[in-house]
């Protein structure tokens, strides 16, 4: 019901910046609001795991391996959230995927989820 459309990954040298963006979207309703919106990543051998969200009313919470480094930013107005990267280790290379809960479609009760497929990020030394 709710998809998310990812682009902004790469290849990029380590110390060097990337920005992703994500953007929520219904085949066939409105979004009226989503709660919280944010990235999330798997790198090789390793679980996923959050890397930062923000409500719809601003609050943020980050991994503490990037507090100070990755900066995660909405657009509620557009459905629309982006994280930039500055800089990036090689440790933070990984697939990166976006992460809609709690999606508000017009003339629906219930509330939706949603992943995006994933953008390749990857940092050289």
């Known amino acids: 019901q709710v998809q998310l459309a990812e682009s902004g990954g790469g290849l990029v040298q380590a110390g060097g910046s990337l920005r992703l963006s994500c953007t929520a979207s219904?085949?066939?309703?409105?979004?009226?609001?989503?709660?919280?919106m944010g990235w999330y990543r798997r790198a090789p051998g390793k679980q996923r795991e959050l890397v930062a969200v923000m409500t719809s009313g601003g609050s943020t919470n980050y991994a503490n391996s990037v507090k100070g480094r990755f900066t995660i930013t909405r657009d509620n107005a557009k459905n629309t959230v982006y994280l930039k990267m500055n800089s990036l280790k090689p440790e933070n290379t990984a697939v990166y995927y976006c992460?809609?809960?709690?999606?508000?479609?017009?003339?629906?009760?219930?509330?939706?989820?949603?992943w995006g497929q994933g953008t390749q990020v990857t940092v050289s030394s």
């Open positions: 219904a085949a066939s309703r409105s979004i009226l609001s989503i709660h919280e």
């Open positions: 992460n809609a809960n709690g999606v508000a479609l017009k003339m629906a009760v219930r509330r939706y989820d949603g």
